[in-house]
């Protein structure tokens, strides 16, 4: 298991800009896919971005493609969610995971972070 913290959420306009930040404890880090969810109020937790343990695939949702880029700095435990052009719809709490592959931390992640919350308005 890895223990993950989010940071770098807060309020922002529409139209623009945040980066995520996802720091994880642990030396295997470095083996890890990782991934970002997140929940809006009222809704069930969402997908969003996913990056294999090496940075060289990434994956997105929709919603979110062409907008949002996932990376990560393995020498530094941290993976980065860039956000722009944020739209009143990506309002949510965020959440960063990790599995042991993409396809695993897009869809049953073994370790969740505490979330971070991003509110976008008008």
């Known amino acids: 298991q890895v223990q993950l913290v989010e940071s770098g959420g807060g309020l922002v306009q529409a139209g623009g800009s945040l980066r995520l930040s996802c720091a994880a404890s642990g030396r295997t880090f470095s083996t890890y896919a990782m991934g970002w969810f997140r929940q809006a109020p009222g809704k069930e937790r969402e997908f969003v971005a996913a990056i294999s343990w090496s940075g060289g695939s990434t994956y997105y949702a929709d919603s979110v493609k062409g907008r949002f880029t996932l990376s990560r700095d393995n020498a530094a435990n941290t993976v980065y969610l860039q956000m722009n052009s944020l739209k009143l719809e990506d309002t949510a709490v965020y959440y960063c995971?990790?599995?042991?592959?993409?396809?695993?931390?897009?869809?049953?992640?073994?370790?969740w972070g505490q979330g971070t919350q991003v509110t976008v308005s008008s």
């Open positions: 995971a990790a599995g042991s592959s993409i396809l695993v931390v897009a869809t049953r992640p073994g370790s």
